[in-house]
Protein backbone atom coordinates (compact mmCIF):
# COMPACT_ATOMS: atom_id res chain seq x y z
CA UNK A 1 0.00 0.00 0.00
CA UNK A 2 1.00 3.75 -0.58
CA UNK A 3 0.40 6.53 1.86
CA UNK A 4 -1.12 9.72 -0.46
CA UNK A 5 -2.94 12.92 1.39
CA UNK A 6 -6.00 14.79 0.28
CA UNK A 7 -5.99 19.01 0.07
CA UNK A 8 -6.52 18.79 3.92
CA UNK A 9 -3.80 16.56 5.13
CA UNK A 10 -6.14 13.47 5.42
CA UNK A 11 -4.35 10.12 4.78
CA UNK A 12 -5.93 8.33 1.49
CA UNK A 13 -4.66 4.76 1.54
CA UNK A 14 -4.16 3.59 -2.46
CA UNK A 15 -4.65 -0.04 -3.34
CA UNK A 16 -1.16 -1.95 -3.87
CA UNK A 17 -2.70 -3.30 -7.46
CA UNK A 18 -2.01 0.86 -8.34
CA UNK A 19 1.33 1.20 -7.74
CA UNK A 20 3.21 -0.54 -10.61
CA UNK A 21 6.64 -2.52 -9.88
CA UNK A 22 9.55 -2.18 -12.18
CA UNK A 23 11.12 -4.69 -13.75
CA UNK A 24 14.36 -4.76 -11.81
CA UNK A 25 12.40 -5.40 -8.45
CA UNK A 26 10.43 -8.33 -10.17
CA UNK A 27 11.69 -12.06 -8.96
CA UNK A 28 11.58 -15.20 -10.13
CA UNK A 29 8.92 -17.36 -8.92
CA UNK A 30 9.93 -19.34 -5.89
CA UNK A 31 10.63 -23.46 -6.24
CA UNK A 32 10.32 -25.30 -3.13
CA UNK A 33 13.67 -27.14 -2.34
CA UNK A 34 12.20 -30.44 -2.15
CA UNK A 35 10.88 -30.09 -5.37
CA UNK A 36 13.87 -28.88 -6.99
CA UNK A 37 17.03 -29.49 -4.52
CA UNK A 38 20.05 -27.00 -5.14
CA UNK A 39 22.62 -28.60 -7.11
CA UNK A 40 25.91 -28.93 -5.71
CA UNK A 41 27.86 -25.86 -5.12
CA UNK A 42 25.00 -23.53 -5.42
CA UNK A 43 24.20 -21.02 -2.99
CA UNK A 44 20.39 -20.18 -2.31
CA UNK A 45 18.50 -18.11 -0.40
CA UNK A 46 21.51 -17.51 1.37
CA UNK A 47 22.51 -21.20 2.55
CA UNK A 48 24.62 -23.59 0.43
CA UNK A 49 23.93 -26.90 -1.29
CA UNK A 50 26.06 -29.36 -1.90
CA UNK A 51 23.58 -31.40 -4.16
CA UNK A 52 22.97 -33.92 -0.95
CA UNK A 53 22.82 -31.28 1.98
CA UNK A 54 21.40 -27.85 1.81
CA UNK A 55 22.84 -25.43 4.69
CA UNK A 56 21.53 -22.35 5.97
CA UNK A 57 21.55 -20.08 9.46
CA UNK A 58 18.54 -17.97 10.62
CA UNK A 59 19.38 -15.86 13.39
CA UNK A 60 17.28 -13.83 15.28
CA UNK A 61 17.02 -11.68 18.39
CA UNK A 62 15.71 -14.50 19.84
CA UNK A 63 15.54 -17.90 19.73
CA UNK A 64 11.68 -18.18 19.09
CA UNK A 65 12.08 -15.68 16.31
CA UNK A 66 15.14 -17.92 14.64
CA UNK A 67 12.50 -20.61 15.14
CA UNK A 68 9.40 -18.60 13.94
CA UNK A 69 12.02 -18.09 10.61
CA UNK A 70 13.04 -21.90 10.20
CA UNK A 71 9.06 -22.80 10.22
CA UNK A 72 7.99 -20.42 7.67
CA UNK A 73 11.35 -21.47 5.18
CA UNK A 74 10.21 -25.53 5.96
CA UNK A 75 6.06 -24.45 4.58
CA UNK A 76 7.22 -22.38 1.79
CA UNK A 77 10.00 -24.90 0.91
CA UNK A 78 7.51 -28.05 0.43
CA UNK A 79 8.25 -29.84 3.85
CA UNK A 80 5.13 -28.98 6.11
CA UNK A 81 4.32 -32.70 6.68
CA UNK A 82 7.41 -33.24 8.67
CA UNK A 83 6.43 -33.35 12.29
CA UNK A 84 8.91 -30.73 14.25
CA UNK A 85 8.46 -29.31 18.31
CA UNK A 86 5.51 -26.71 18.54
CA UNK A 87 8.02 -23.70 19.75
CA UNK A 88 11.16 -22.98 20.76
CA UNK A 89 10.97 -23.76 24.19
CA UNK A 90 10.15 -27.46 23.22
CA UNK A 91 12.96 -26.95 20.70
CA UNK A 92 15.20 -26.25 23.76
CA UNK A 93 14.34 -30.00 25.19
CA UNK A 94 16.57 -31.09 21.79
CA UNK A 95 19.94 -29.02 22.86
CA UNK A 96 21.71 -31.74 24.41
CA UNK A 97 24.88 -30.92 26.48
CA UNK A 98 27.84 -32.81 24.47
CA UNK A 99 28.54 -36.32 26.44
CA UNK A 100 31.36 -38.72 25.88
CA UNK A 101 28.64 -41.55 25.63
CA UNK A 102 27.77 -42.53 21.86
CA UNK A 103 24.90 -40.76 20.39
CA UNK A 104 22.93 -41.79 16.76
CA UNK A 105 23.14 -38.19 15.81
CA UNK A 106 26.39 -35.98 17.36
CA UNK A 107 24.87 -32.79 16.54
CA UNK A 108 22.74 -30.86 19.00
CA UNK A 109 19.09 -30.24 18.14
CA UNK A 110 16.26 -31.88 16.53
CA UNK A 111 16.43 -34.75 14.37
CA UNK A 112 14.07 -35.89 11.44
CA UNK A 113 14.26 -37.36 8.10
CA UNK A 114 14.55 -35.42 6.09
CA UNK A 115 15.75 -31.86 8.32
CA UNK A 116 17.84 -31.47 10.89
CA UNK A 117 17.40 -28.49 13.01
CA UNK A 118 20.22 -27.61 15.03
CA UNK A 119 21.38 -25.12 17.56
CA UNK A 120 24.32 -23.09 16.46
CA UNK A 121 27.93 -24.26 17.64
CA UNK A 122 29.28 -21.22 18.16
CA UNK A 123 28.40 -19.50 21.72
CA UNK A 124 28.29 -15.82 20.50
CA UNK A 125 25.37 -16.91 18.56
CA UNK A 126 23.38 -18.85 20.92
CA UNK A 127 19.68 -17.50 19.44
CA UNK A 128 21.08 -18.44 16.28
CA UNK A 129 19.56 -22.18 14.12
CA UNK A 130 21.01 -24.09 11.76
CA UNK A 131 18.85 -25.90 9.07
CA UNK A 132 19.89 -28.87 7.33
CA UNK A 133 17.62 -30.29 4.21
CA UNK A 134 18.50 -33.22 2.69
CA UNK A 135 17.89 -34.27 -0.88
CA UNK A 136 15.77 -37.28 -0.53
CA UNK A 137 16.03 -38.12 -4.20
CA UNK A 138 19.81 -39.15 -3.62
CA UNK A 139 20.79 -43.24 -3.87
CA UNK A 140 20.68 -44.21 -0.66
CA UNK A 141 19.26 -41.46 1.14
CA UNK A 142 18.12 -42.84 4.69
CA UNK A 143 21.28 -44.56 4.67
CA UNK A 144 23.07 -41.87 4.79
CA UNK A 145 20.35 -39.86 6.54
CA UNK A 146 21.03 -41.99 9.53
CA UNK A 147 24.96 -42.13 8.94
CA UNK A 148 24.52 -45.73 8.34
CA UNK A 149 26.04 -45.55 5.10
CA UNK A 150 29.14 -43.21 4.38
CA UNK A 151 30.16 -41.76 1.52
CA UNK A 152 33.55 -40.72 0.49
CA UNK A 153 34.01 -37.42 -1.11
CA UNK A 154 35.75 -37.59 -4.52
CA UNK A 155 39.27 -35.96 -4.22
CA UNK A 156 39.12 -32.53 -6.74
Not at 6 to 21: C, K, L, R, Y
Not at 63 to 77: D, G, I, K, N
Request: charged share 25%; hydrophobic share 35%; proline share 7%.
Amino acid sequence: MSIEYDEFGFIIEVPATSISVGPELESEPLVPIRSAFPAAGVEYLGGKSDGWEYRTVFAGGRLSTSYEMVVSFLREHGYEDVPIPLDAEALKLFRRQRTPQLQLFPERGYVHNPIKILFHTDSRMRNALVLCLYNEQVENHLLRFHGVLKTTKKPS
